[in-house]
């Protein structure tokens, strides 16, 4: 029991910053996802093409890798111009990587709205933004929450990456004292921790699944 | 007054409407009659914009009318689509009061005020709160019909009103399109019911199958 209050502390920090890859990564990616998923479904055939590019990269290799890449490999392209701390550059590949993935599930979300909703609130003469922010937005949400809440609950696990470029979050504080006192108990809170962040995630995501209820 | 001058859409070479000619005047009811397929959804579509014409002109009170480009003009058409097309995750107060408060910047106060009286007006009065899945179907389309009101539109046109109803609603529907009619708002009134058409119709524009 000492142990663990010995330890805890460190795994604490780590899991702080955890929590700051998780929340700003959302706070980034989920808007841009909606764009992103808005210029998939575009008329425009230049911009769908971009995009899909982007989604295709962006899905097709491994989130470590670009992390690696982003941090190790942007400044050697750049010749030293382009350089992220570690934090950033975590920041950065996260929030490229999830708006993809974001962008794929708004996209399906969009297309499932009914073309007559646009129809309707054009005649009615709003603008395509006010369109976009009143009547599909709202609609979009409702249909994507489930998957976007999967996306969510990986997003929490996957922070544990950011290990790669030299951060230390959570998994790393708990690899870091597993090695050091040899044993396996920090792993254990370590997972327990995880275990506890998810659950939280699980239970905002009910919520809003409720509150959206209210209308079919 | 609408009128329409030679009005012809394609779509790619298949030609739709060739050279649609009409005119309505104020506070009558037109009905646009024909098969499916006759093309009369179209020239709806055309008269409010949601499909731009290849040919043709449309002028209001004489003036050359884009319905395609509405930007800073005043509400002109109004539409009751078929599937009425309501928002789902509004209130029926809140599907009346959108477009006003958004688009003709009215208060809050004044939009829901208004869209207070075009619910008692048609009936639905204690359905303010209720969302669209919560309405019938004769419900739904009244509640379309206040949404398009409340845009304050010189003209309302309705696709196939009486379509997605049974006989008894259609006696309602013809109620409330004669009472708006003494209200003074131009109707367009597109439908393959031509029993229907000519109870209510001051006049009937034949719409048909373009051979080839």
Redesign the interface.
């Known amino acids: 029991m000492n142990y663990i209050l010995e330890i805890l502390p460190s795994l604490l920090n780590g899991a702080k910053l955890t929590l700051e890859i998780f929340f700003w990564t959302l706070i980034g990616s989920l808007p841009l996802g909606l764009l992103v998923g808005l210029g998939l479904t575009s008329s425009f055939m230049p911009l769908r093409a971009l995009l899909r590019f982007y989604v295709w990269l962006m899905r097709g290799t491994p989130l470590l890798l670009q992390l690696i890449f982003v941090f190790y490999g942007l400044p050697l392209i750049a010749n030293g111009v382009f350089t992220l701390e570690r934090y950033d550059a975590a920041l950065f590949a996260f929030i490229l990587n999830y708006t993809a993935y974001f962008a794929e599930i708004f996209r399906g979300g969009l297309q499932s709205i009914?073309q007559?909703?646009y129809?309707?609130a054009?005649?009615?003469?709003?603008s395509y933004w006010?369109t976009i922010r009143?009547?599909i937005t709202?609609?979009v949400i409702?249909i994507v929450l489930p998957s976007i809440g999967n996306e969510v609950i990986n997003l929490v696990k996957d922070s544990s990456l950011v290990y790669v470029i030299g951060l230390g979050d959570l998994l790393r504080a708990g690899n870091i004292a597993t090695s050091r006192d040899v044993t396996l108990t920090p792993l254990i809170l370590v997972g327990i921790i995880y275990l506890i962040l998810t659950a939280f995630c699980t239970y905002i995501l009910q919520k809003l699944e409720r509150h959206y209820s209210?209308?079919? | 007054m609408l009128e329409l001058k030679n009005l012809t859409k394609k779509f790619d070479k298949r030609i739709i409407l060739d050279g649609v000619n009409f005119s309505i005047d104020d506070g009558k009811i037109l009905c646009i009659v024909g098969q499916s397929g006759a093309g009369k959804t179209t020239l709806l579509r055309c008269i409010?914009?949601?499909e731009r014409a290849d040919a043709g002109e449309i002028l209001v009170d004489g003036k050359k009318f884009d319905p395609v480009n509405?930007k800073n003009q005043d509400?002109v058409?109004?539409?009751v689509?078929q599937?009425f097309?309501?928002?789902?995750?509004l209130s029926a107060l809140e599907n009346i009061m959108?477009?006003p408060e958004?688009?003709l910047k009215e208060t809050k106060v004044q939009a829901k005020e208004q869209a207070q009286d075009l619910l008692e007006k048609l009936s639905l009065k204690d359905k303010a709160d209720l969302?669209?899945?919560q309405l019938s179907g004769g419900q739904k389309q009244r509640l379309a019909i206040a949404?398009?009101l409340a845009?304050k539109p010189k003209i309302l046109c309705y696709d196939e009103p009486t379509s997605a109803l049974d006989p008894a609603l259609r006696d309602a529907v013809k109620k409330i399109i004669v009472a708006l009619k003494k209200d003074g708002i131009t109707q367009i009134v597109v439908t393959h019911d031509m029993e229907f058409a000519k109870q209510i119709a001051d006049k009937i524009l034949k719409v048909e199958v373009l051979k080839k």
């Open positions: 009914d007559g909703q129809e309707s054009k005649v009615l003469r709003l006010q009143k009547i709202p609609q409702k209210y209308w079919r | 409010s914009g949601l509405t509400s058409i109004g539409i689509f599937e097309q309501l928002f789902p995750h959108l477009a958004l688009v969302y669209p899945y949404r398009a845009m």
